[in-house]
């Protein structure tokens, strides 16, 4: 009687504690399958789907990225509208002003005066007016030829100058307008500025006309009366540039250098003693 006591308590006893372990084991399938649906719910929404939600999220941050977005590319365009507009204006003033300074005639000088001062009015404008354009660079150097030969020697300076300052970047043309100054000052009897712009040629790479100032610099020496500095400048003329058009004369004009500097009689000319008149 005492064993069935104590096997029923036993009984009692242990039941409790497996079913408190189906329990625990039970509880714990539970939670692991709420897990597992929870995260398959998550993975339900496509790509596009996970987009709109993160866009309904920050709504305002998106607007506002957006409305940059757009008035950016108007400004761009509106940009790139206007330097179209004003290349066409430019280019038109730019034929006008070039029909008007080759338009000059020969037997009407009051018309060809007057077709000059417009070709430099409308030049003026390409310069002034649109700066940006691509018509305005040539429409400088233009500026300055026109005003050189409507005897305006310092504004030709001035437009030559202000082409250097600028457009200095452009080495091929930038050869030319140096000539250009210096023909410029010659006019405005400035010697030494135009050496000046003379030297400035030589020391570019890759100018057209170098050959070309070399003699010119040659003649500006002899008239300084230095026959040194100009056979300099000539030699270098037909050491470097054999085949120049230039090349001929300067020969001739270092020959006439080399007679100067040894008479024909070989013996150096010396002036009388004062008082005492030269024999013929």
């Given at each position: 009687?005492?064993?069935?006591?104590?096997?029923?308590?036993?009984?009692?006893?242990?039941?409790?504690?497996?079913?408190?372990?189906?329990?625990?084991?039970?509880?714990?399938?539970?939670?692991?399958?709420?897990?597992?649906?929870?995260?398959?719910?998550?993975?339900?929404?496509?790509g596009m789907e996970r987009l709109l939600v993160s866009l309904e999220q920050n709504r305002r941050s998106v607007l506002i990225g957006a409305l940059v977005a757009v008035c950016a590319v108007a400004a761009v365009g509106g940009a790139l509208w206007y330097d179209a507009r004003q290349d066409e204006a430019a280019a038109d003033l730019h034929r006008q002003a070039t029909q008007?300074?080759?338009?000059?005639?020969?037997?009407?000088?009051?018309?060809?005066?007057?077709?000059?001062?417009?070709?430099?009015?409308?030049?003026?404008?390409?310069?002034?007016?649109?700066?940006?354009?691509?018509?305005?660079?040539?429409?400088?150097?233009?500026?300055?030829?026109?005003?050189?030969?409507?005897?305006?020697?310092?504004?030709?300076?001035?437009?030559?100058?202000?082409?250097?300052?600028?457009?200095?970047?452009?080495?091929?043309?930038?050869?030319?307008?140096?000539?250009?100054?210096?023909?410029?000052?010659?006019?405005?009897?400035?010697?030494?500025?135009?050496?000046?712009?003379?030297?400035?040629?030589?020391?570019?790479?890759?100018?057209?006309?170098?050959?070309?100032?070399?003699?010119?610099?040659?003649?500006?020496?002899?008239?300084?009366?230095?026959?040194?500095?100009?056979?300099?400048?000539?030699?270098?003329?037909?050491?470097?540039?054999?085949?120049?058009?230039?090349?001929?004369?300067?020969?001739?004009?270092?020959?006439?250098?080399?007679?100067?500097?040894?008479?024909?009689?070989?013996?150096?000319?010396?002036?009388?003693?004062?008082?005492?008149?030269?024999?013929?």
């Amino acid at each position: 009687m005492r064993g069935r006591v104590a096997s029923d308590a036993l009984t009692s006893t242990e039941q409790p504690a497996y079913k408190r372990d189906d329990d625990e084991k039970m509880s714990y399938r539970i939670k692991h399958e709420a897990k597992t649906i929870h995260a398959d719910e998550a993975h339900l929404l496509s790509g596009m789907e996970r987009l709109l939600v993160s866009l309904e999220q920050n709504r305002r941050s998106v607007l506002i990225g957006a409305l940059v977005a757009v008035c950016a590319v108007a400004a761009v365009g509106g940009a790139l509208w206007y330097d179209a507009r004003q290349d066409e204006a430019a280019a038109d003033l730019h034929r006008q002003a070039t029909q008007l300074h080759l338009d000059r005639s020969a037997d009407t000088l009051a018309k060809a005066e007057d077709n000059l001062k417009q070709a430099i009015a409308r030049y003026r404008r390409v310069v002034e007016e649109h700066p940006r354009s691509r018509s305005a660079q040539l429409a400088l150097f233009q500026l300055g030829n026109a005003l050189v030969q409507i005897n305006d020697v310092k504004g030709g300076v001035e437009a030559y100058s202000k082409y250097v300052a600028t457009y200095g970047t452009n080495k091929m043309m930038l050869g030319l307008v140096y000539q250009r100054l210096a023909y410029a000052h010659l006019l405005n009897g400035d010697r030494e500025a135009a050496a000046k712009a003379f030297l400035n040629v030589v020391g570019l790479p890759g100018t057209l006309n170098k050959d070309h100032v070399l003699f010119e610099l040659g003649k500006l020496e002899e008239s300084f009366s230095r026959p040194e500095g100009a056979l300099a400048h000539y030699q270098d003329l037909i050491k470097v540039f054999p085949n120049s058009p230039f090349a001929g004369e300067a020969t001739v004009r270092m020959k006439a250098l080399e007679a100067k500097k040894t008479p024909a009689s070989g013996t150096p000319v010396t002036s009388p003693p004062a008082g005492v008149p030269a024999t013929r």
